[in-house]
């Protein structure tokens, strides 16, 4: 290489290092390199890496790997033609080789942080949690200056369960740049998970102030923590501002189970759910389509969930686990969620045919082992629920992918192909709201555990309520509880004297700010009684003291409605439009009330006030449910059972047949 060759390769990189656009500066430096020819010096490798770059940063990287390929085929060694590299392939999506790439690029340059924190980004895309870690930490220790290294190890360590560490990261990137906004966001999401919630809203209300690229995910965050914490002053309008994110496509990042809380609907709901399904898993390439599908003697069915432990999910599912027919199906039960020792864990390892902990494991390699195992039809318990992973699913390791129970909604995910309902909660004329094909079972879709005990009933004294008058009940987290739902409870407190409202101790400000509320409308302080919880058996038992519970929307009551019937007090409900608001009208058919599941808001209110002013008429249905619980459908574990694997081996039959997913129901055979 001459001198004036290198000269001009040196003003050219120059000019692109300043302006990565100059069109000028590019064609002088490709001028240069193809003067050069193929010969592969060192310094012509380095300057074939620096034309992929400048390329890669005007949105040409497919032409940008070829002339890394090149540079690294001269120049093996060179860590920065790695990293070059490594960004490359990190734009055209190929996450796994650019992490790879950054490594190589990390052992080459061991004083170059950018290399293991590009590295940390990747593996905890990937779901290399504790290989995340390890690369971020030796980057922020090789540069405690690199906000990137700090904020995305705070991700890294807050994923592993470790929130005050996660806090003291965001809190470093956040000293260095207190303009961050993303900081400033992730900062409020560990506090809020670490139980502080009135302290995370000043950090998101901060990084909506700062702007983000997609503000959809950090306003979505502050409207459910405000709602947790029933403050409502605003939070009409933040609800405006987020259904407008969503209706108008500018937002990928809204939790859909927030969503729900919106009630706007299932079209938006869908539009909110296919969004946030293509950004999680848009780094994800689905595994190879597997060709065996014959028949199968004994269907094996995997169960991917979090919620092994002791859980709304998992004191649902507990009895179905055991008492599936092991001659039609194998069951294996997958986790990725935390071991609290607890006697529901144990019951459960214990049902399953096999128990496979997954919680250390990649996305990736989650979903290899599953692949691994021959699952032939593999159900998601979790959805969007807290702490899923729909990347597992994402990859596509079972030949027949369904989503069930956890999450009351459209997952939006090409990679699921059924969700599991029932007539009410997923009419048919339902499914252009639905992703999935609807599959619905006879009755309701919800199992439940007939063997879970309800310990003594305490008296009313001990639990606070007075001994005389109706005693309302909700015991839905309070989250669900909207400002026009409680002005209507207000009236009916109004309406019937001695009446009390029970409601569950979420949180002490929002125990506050409802009693607050309370008085705004009329209704003394001393009228709303928060129960604090309680161990699931003693929690049961309280039931037995209320009158009727009363149910919420669009998010309704779901193990919450279960528990209160198999206690057996009624449960008055509306019928809404999504699967969330639906789940109470499903119970009550299941459980024989179905008169209890009203048409609309007034017909609610006029049914709870009716019924408190009939004692009579509450013993009656109280009397009804104690009469059928022994055999009402909701109840019936067996009957469940033989539903849920007839739709299993119906799955099977059409994916057999080479036929695409379709919509179908299982006929009632009791």
Request: charged share 25%.
């Amino acid at each position: 290489m001459t001198a004036d060759f290198r000269a001009r390769i040196r003003e050219c990189r120059a000019v692109l290092a300043a302006k990565p656009g100059d069109s000028a500066a590019l064609a002088g430096l490709f001028g240069a390199l193809d003067a050069l020819g193929e010969s592969g010096t060192p310094e012509e490798a380095v300057a074939r890496s620096a034309y992929g770059e400048a390329l890669r940063r005007q949105g040409r990287a497919v032409e940008a790997e070829a002339h890394h390929r090149a540079a690294l085929s001269w120049l093996p060694d060179f860590g920065g033609n790695h990293f070059n590299f490594g960004l490359t392939l990190q734009a055209l999506g190929r996450t796994a080789e650019a992490a790879d790439a950054y490594g190589e690029a990390a052992r080459l340059m061991p004083r170059f942080a950018a290399a293991p924190c590009n590295q940390g980004v990747l593996l905890r895309a990937l779901g290399h949690r504790e290989a995340a870690e390890t690369a971020l930490r030796r980057a922020v220790s090789l540069d405690p200056t690199l906000v990137p290294g700090w904020l995305n190890l705070g991700t890294a360590v807050q994923e592993r369960g470790q929130p005050e560490a996660a806090a003291h990261c965001y809190r470093n990137a956040l000293a260095l740049r207190p303009d961050l906004a993303e900081a400033h966001a992730n900062l409020g999401l560990v506090v809020k998970e670490a139980g502080r919630l009135a302290d995370s809203l000043p950090s998101f209300e901060r990084a909506l102030a700062l702007g983000l690229p997609d503000v959809g995910g950090v306003l979505a965050q502050l409207v459910q923590q405000m709602r947790h914490l029933c403050r409502w002053d605003g939070l009409a309008e933040r609800s405006a501002q987020l259904a407008a994110l969503v209706g108008g496509g500018r937002t990928r990042q809204v939790h859909p189970w927030i969503f729900l809380g919106e009630g706007a609907g299932p079209t938006m709901e869908l539009a909110c759910a296919r969004g946030y399904a293509e950004w999680r898993a848009r780094s994800i390439a689905a595994m190879p389509t597997q060709l065996d599908a014959g028949p199968r003697g004994r269907l094996r069915v995997g169960y991917l969930s979090a919620d092994y432990h002791e859980h709304a999910t998992a004191a649902l599912i507990a009895e179905l686990i055991e008492r599936h027919d092991r001659d039609r199906v194998e069951v294996i039960g997958y986790s990725y969620g935390p071991d609290d020792g607890g006697p529901m864990r144990r019951r459960l390892t214990a049902a399953f045919d096999r128990f496979v902990d997954l919680t250390a494991c990649s996305h990736a390699d989650a979903a290899a082992r599953i692949r691994a195992d021959g699952v032939d039809i593999l159900v998601d318990l979790k959805g969007y629920t807290q702490h899923a992973r729909p990347e597992i699913a994402a990859h596509r390791p079972a030949p027949v992918q369904a989503q069930w129970l956890g999450y009351p909604g459209t997952m939006g995910a090409g990679f699921i192909d059924y969700v599991i309902g029932d007539p009410l909660v997923t009419p048919f004329d339902h499914q252009p709201f639905y992703a999935e094909r609807i599959v619905q079972l006879p009755v309701c879709y919800q199992p439940n555990d007939r063997s879970r005990p309800i310990g003594p009933a305490p008296s009313r004294a001990a639990c606070g309520l007075p001994e005389r008058g109706t005693v309302f009940c909700c015991f839905n987290a309070a989250y669900k509880i909207t400002p026009v739902l409680f002005k209507l409870w207000c009236r009916l407190l109004r309406d019937v004297p001695d009446s009390v409202l029970w409601l569950l101790d979420s949180h002490p400000e929002a125990s506050e700010n409802l009693r607050r509320e309370a008085a705004r409308r009329g209704v003394a302080e001393g009228r709303l009684i928060f129960a604090p919880r309680r161990p699931p058996a003693e929690h049961l038992a309280r039931y037995r003291l209320a009158d009727l519970f009363l149910d919420t929307t669009p998010v309704g009551a779901h193990t919450t409605a279960s528990d209160a019937l198999w206690a057996g007090l009624p449960v008055l409900t509306v019928t809404g439009e999504g699967f969330a608001s639906r789940v109470g009208t499903s119970l009550l058919r299941a459980a024989g009330l179905p008169e209890l599941a009203a048409r609309s808001l007034a017909d609610y209110e006029a049914s709870a006030l009716r019924l408190s002013r009939d004692p009579d008429g509450l013993a009656r249905l109280k009397a009804r449910l104690a009469a059928e619980r022994a055999r009402a459908p909701l109840f019936d574990t067996d009957r469940f059972a033989r539903a849920l694997e007839r739709a299993y081996a119906t799955m099977w039959d059409i994916r057999a047949a080479g036929k695409p997913p379709r919509p179908f129901i299982i006929p009632d055979e009791s």
